[in-house]
């Protein structure tokens, strides 16, 4: 296990990077950080040293106890890209309780599970009629613009009240805000146009309220229970975290599958329910798109793994690793739709954990379940190493996926 009492220039650099001849698989350099310890130090951009967490137990541990923080305010919160000048707007993922709790509690009810089974007939529509389009449509193409994007954007725009008219600009804005490339300059300027476009949305429904989200948030701000600004703040996580991964894990979903025909023959042969869910929970475990970990920052002195991790020194769940460690999955690194992956960290774990999980579990649990069965013969219209991968964002996916049947 790494000291705290090495030098900084003994400490290896936090390692984000995939390795492009095996891209479903965490970064090499992590499997590397895992053989000296559940728990070991990596540098930042900043020269900071924050903690990397890659053990299940230890992960769900940190992340279940009340004494660190999703602050990213905090002294020692270990951001892992620059951040813009004055720092940003926190949304409630990036606070505590109890401000944390009251601000989830407003967007609670719209995300639990009996609603969003409410909505699985209307997402059926959706995808059975994105199919029809692709099937009508030229042969090959991009099944992220056709198919991947599409559905969840309908989909949230929906429960947002959110016109999908303006989906170019939202997913556009979406891509600068999260590439690790752009310069903090970029990702402030996106995030000010996403906050003033949601802005101008609650305002609209302060006069002409619908029967969505957003309209049940103005109300909210009506009673004063809310800022306008914390709403539209509100509007704009869920709307890029509601299309953003559900999109990557369609497009990544899918050409893993292309990439392992026995375990997609598996969905494209059968239509059982069961079988489709425990797919969605192993791809979200083998796939873990979100790049970043999940990061905290220590408020009180705490004992991980058998080191002491002081208050105001920074933690980094690299969640890929989790969903790898073989303490908590056999044979880890190997996709099995059969397998029990319901404990997997995908979606975090504590109290921050996603909010919006019962929503992109249905979505995908309708595409899995759909479009290999619809589309049999489905393949990829070029070799695996002409696809390009987003190597550069913080979420994970692929820019394109070129699909021939």
């Given at each position: 296990?790494?000291?705290?009492?090495?030098?900084?220039?003994?400490?290896?650099?936090?390692?984000?990077?995939?390795?492009?001849?095996?891209?479903?698989?965490?970064?090499?350099?992590?499997?590397?950080?895992?053989?000296?310890?559940?728990?070991?130090?990596?540098?930042?951009?900043?020269?900071?040293?924050?903690?990397?967490?890659?053990?299940?137990?230890?992960?769900?541990?940190?992340?279940?106890?009340?004494?660190?923080?999703?602050?990213?305010?905090?002294?020692?919160?270990?951001?892992?890209?620059?951040?813009?000048?004055?720092?940003?707007?926190?949304?409630?993922?990036?606070?505590?309780?109890?401000?944390?709790?009251?601000?989830?509690?407003?967007?609670?009810?719209?995300?639990?599970?009996?609603?969003?089974?409410?909505?699985?007939?209307?997402?059926?529509?959706?995808?059975?009629?994105?199919?029809?389009?692709?099937?009508?449509?030229?042969?090959?193409?991009?099944?992220?613009?056709?198919?991947?994007?599409?559905?969840?954007?309908?989909?949230?725009?929906?429960?947002?009240?959110?016109?999908?008219?303006?989906?170019?600009?939202?997913?556009?804005?979406?891509?600068?805000?999260?590439?690790?490339?752009?310069?903090?300059?970029?990702?402030?300027?996106?995030?000010?146009?996403?906050?003033?476009?949601?802005?101008?949305?609650?305002?609209?429904?302060?006069?002409?309220?619908?029967?969505?989200?957003?309209?049940?948030?103005?109300?909210?701000?009506?009673?004063?229970?809310?800022?306008?600004?914390?709403?539209?703040?509100?509007?704009?996580?869920?709307?890029?975290?509601?299309?953003?991964?559900?999109?990557?894990?369609?497009?990544?979903?899918?050409?893993?599958?292309?990439?392992?025909?026995?375990?997609?023959?598996?969905?494209?042969?059968?239509?059982?329910?069961?079988?489709?869910?425990?797919?969605?929970?192993?791809?979200?475990?083998?796939?873990?798109?979100?790049?970043?970990?999940?990061l905290r920052v220590a408020t009180e002195d705490i004992e991980v793994a058998g080191q002491i991790v002081r208050a105001g020194e920074g933690l980094i769940m690299a969640n890929e690793m989790g969903n790898r460690d073989p303490e908590a999955f056999s044979d880890p690194d190997r996709l099995d739709l059969r397998r029990d992956a319901r404990r997997h960290v995908a979606f975090g774990f504590g109290v921050h954990q996603c909010l919006g999980q019962p929503l992109?579990?249905?979505?995908?649990?309708?595409?899995?379940?759909?479009?290999?069965?619809?589309?049999?013969?489905?393949?990829?219209?070029?070799?695996?190493?002409?696809?390009?991968?987003?190597?550069?964002?913080?979420?994970?996916?692929?820019?394109?996926?070129?699909?021939?049947?």
């Open positions: 296990m790494t000291s705290t009492s090495h030098a900084t220039n003994e400490i290896p650099d936090f390692p984000m990077a995939r390795d492009a001849r095996c891209p479903f698989d965490p970064p090499p350099a992590l499997y590397d950080q895992r053989e000296q310890g559940p728990m070991t130090r990596v540098r930042l951009w900043d020269g900071s040293t924050p903690w990397l967490i890659t053990g299940y137990a230890e992960q769900r541990a940190v992340l279940g106890d009340p004494r660190v923080s999703a602050d990213l305010s905090r002294p020692g919160y270990p951001a892992t890209v620059p951040l813009p000048p004055g720092g940003v707007k926190r949304s409630f993922i990036g606070m505590d309780d109890p401000e944390h709790a009251r601000l989830r509690r407003m967007v609670t009810a719209p995300f639990a599970i009996k609603r969003i089974e409410a909505m699985r007939p209307a997402v059926q529509k959706i995808v059975d009629g994105l199919i029809d389009d692709l099937l009508a449509g030229p042969n090959p193409v991009d099944l992220v613009q056709a198919f991947a994007l599409p559905v969840p954007s309908l989909v949230i725009c929906e429960l947002l009240g959110v016109p999908y008219t303006d989906h170019d600009f939202f997913q556009d804005t979406s891509k600068t805000i999260i590439n690790r490339t752009s310069t903090p300059e970029q990702r402030q300027a996106g995030h000010q146009a996403l906050h003033a476009y949601l802005d101008d949305l609650v305002g609209q429904k302060l006069t002409d309220p619908g029967d969505d989200l957003l309209s049940g948030l103005v109300e909210r701000v009506k009673a004063g229970e809310l800022s306008r600004q914390e709403a539209a703040r509100m509007g704009a996580l869920m709307l890029i975290a509601g299309h953003e991964t559900t999109a990557n894990m369609i497009a990544l979903g899918t050409l893993a599958l292309l990439q392992h025909p026995d375990q997609l023959a598996l969905l494209r042969d059968g239509d059982d329910p069961k079988l489709v869910a425990s797919a969605v929970e192993e791809l979200l475990r083998y796939l873990n798109i979100v790049h970043n970990g999940r992109a579990r249905m979505e995908l649990q309708v595409v899995y379940g759909t479009l290999y069965r619809r589309v049999p013969t489905l393949k990829l219209a070029t070799g695996l190493d002409q696809v390009p991968f987003k190597f550069d964002g913080m979420v994970y996916g692929v820019h394109e996926l070129p699909v021939t049947w």
